[in-house]
Antibody, heavy 122, light 107 residues
């Protein structure tokens, strides 16, 4: 069974930084792209960033480009999201999600963590 | 950016009814659309990918259809656990995008 466990969410002031982590288990980690998706309170889903299995390919939403950095440590089956210059509009639950793999890495998500809450407020 | 518009925003139905949810893309996404279910307080769950393929463990009452810009998720006979919010997502182009969601509520 695939398990994804996020951590690192917190209350932070505008302009501050946070680093989220997501530890994976139950899978051959390098075979799968990984992604961060966020959900503001009472709102829909917003894709934030994705990274290929090797880590060589990274992709970002315009809303976070230049402020957030996605990375992964395949030796520890761990995904990261470094978030800098945080804004009130970044307040959300952040989910890590595992991509499908059939005929290559596919950016649909069949396993999700429980989420970690990031609150940006003074 | 490809915009996904879901309709209706809310669907009020009774257990045993059939539900038809729509997702319209602002430009062609071929068949690269997925559907997710999200129950209150839970993470999303993948139901359908690439328009019509059911994800592992998803009951046969969930089906998907469509192509290019118009996609449909059908739930053939609603059960109590199906009352939730449903999102579509495209992977045809970066950035990945989600629709705004359809809430299926008990009438």
């Amino acid at each position: 069974e695939v398990r994804l466990l996020e951590s690192g969410g917190a209350l932070v002031q505008p302009g501050g930084s946070l680093r989220l982590s997501c530890v994976a288990s139950g899978l051959d980690y390098t075979r799968y792209a990984m992604t961060w998706v966020r959900q503001a309170p009472g709102k829909g889903l917003e894709w934030v960033s994705s990274i290929s299995g090797s880590g060589s390919g990274t992709y970002y939403a315009d809303s976070v480009k230049g402020r957030f950095t996605i990375s992964r440590d395949n030796s520890r089956d761990t995904l990261f999201l470094q978030m800098n210059d945080l804004r009130a509009e970044d307040t959300a639950i952040y989910y890590c999600a595992k991509g499908l793999n059939y005929a290559g890495m596919v950016y649909f998500f069949d396993s999700w963590g429980q989420g970690t809450l990031v609150t940006v407020s003074s | 950016e490809i915009l996904l518009t879901q309709s209706p925003a809310t669907l009020s139905l009774s257990p045993g009814d059939s539900a038809t949810l729509s997702c319209r893309a602002s430009q062609s996404v071929s068949r690269f659309v997925a559907w997710y279910q999200q129950r209150p307080g839970q993470a999303p769950r993948l139901l359908i990918y690439d328009t019509s393929n059911r994800a592992t463990g998803i009951p046969a009452r969930f089906s998907g259809s469509g192509s290019e810009t118009d996609f449909t998720l059908t739930i053939s006979s609603l059960e109590a656990e199906d009352f939730a919010v449903y999102f579509c997502q495209q992977r045809s182009n970066w950035p990945l995008t989600f629709g705004g969601g359809t809430k299926v509520e008990i009438k």
